[in-house]
């Protein structure tokens, strides 16, 4: 079974520095998506970023990048230019492929990450 | 579009109640799920369903009924709650290869 971990309970981070999220995940599978979701006070899952698996490129949203490392099954999240809006909680997560459609398969997630913005 | 929707936001229920959790997309995708979220925990998948009349079980399918009768409906039933069931509901869906998006969540908590 997939499994995904997130070994950072809290983080703090300043406004307008840069912080990195970590994320690790256990899989057998080669191809797979990997995902980061914040979920604010209000408890909205919200997509953060993605990556796929055979993409050697890092995947990149505006002031979110991650650093995926394949081999090492590693899956970080960059925030840069924190602002007080990122404060939230973060999940990283992981899924297979349903092999016959395509589609995007069972999400397993973390535990997550409360990261906090100071002024 | 609205998305994916979710009825109702809180709900309180005693022991031994039944109730439907509502879940809609309007977005025409085939892939729709149940996921539980617990204090402390990640989200943890309870049913899934690939298309219309078609489910499957997830990781804490136990105390939970599914079906999903149109390609925009996915309810989940409980048919006999108890207090570990309190938790807060998210039901997600998507298309081919796209990523799962979520809906606003239900409270719900079981006396």
């Known amino acids: 079974a997939q499994t995904v971990t997130q070994s950072q309970p809290e983080m703090s981070v300043q406004e307008a520095e840069t912080v990195t999220l970590s994320c690790t995940y256990d899989?057998?599978?080669?191809?797979?998506?990997l995902f980061w979701y914040k979920q604010p006070p209000s408890r909205q899952m919200i997509l953060v970023i993605r990556?796929?698996?055979?993409?050697?490129q890092n995947a990149t949203e505006n002031r979110f990048s991650v650093n995926f490392q394949k081999a090492a099954k590693s899956f970080s999240l960059k925030i840069s230019d924190s602002q007080l809006g990122d404060a939230a909680m973060y999940f990283c997560?992981?899924?297979?492929?349903?092999?016959?459609?395509?589609?995007?398969?069972?999400?397993?997630f973390g535990t997550g990450t409360r990261l906090q913005v100071t002024l | 579009n609205a998305g994916v929707t979710q009825t109702p936001k809180f709900q309180v229920l005693k022991t031994g109640q039944s109730m439907t959790l509502q879940c809609a997309q309007d977005?025409?995708?085939?892939?729709m799920s149940w996921y539980r979220q617990d204090p402390g925990m990640g989200l943890r998948l309870i049913h899934y369903?690939?298309?219309?009349?078609?489910?499957d079980q997830g990781e804490v399918p136990n105390g939970y009924n599914v079906s999903r009768s149109t390609t925009e409906d996915f309810p989940l039933r409980l048919l006999s709650a108890a207090p570990s069931q309190t938790s807060v509901y998210f039901c997600?869906?998507?298309?081919?290869?796209?990523?799962?998006?979520f809906g606003p969540g239900t409270r719900l908590l079981v006396l």
């Open positions: 369903s690939v298309g219309a009349g078609i489910t």
């Open positions: 990556q796929e698996a055979y993409k050697q």
């Open positions: 997600a869906s998507s298309g081919r290869k796209e990523t799962q998006y």
């Open positions: 899989t057998s599978e080669s191809d797979y998506y």
């Open positions: 977005m025409n995708h085939e892939y």
């Open positions: 997560a992981y899924s297979t492929l349903f092999h016959n459609t395509g589609t995007a398969s069972k999400l397993t």
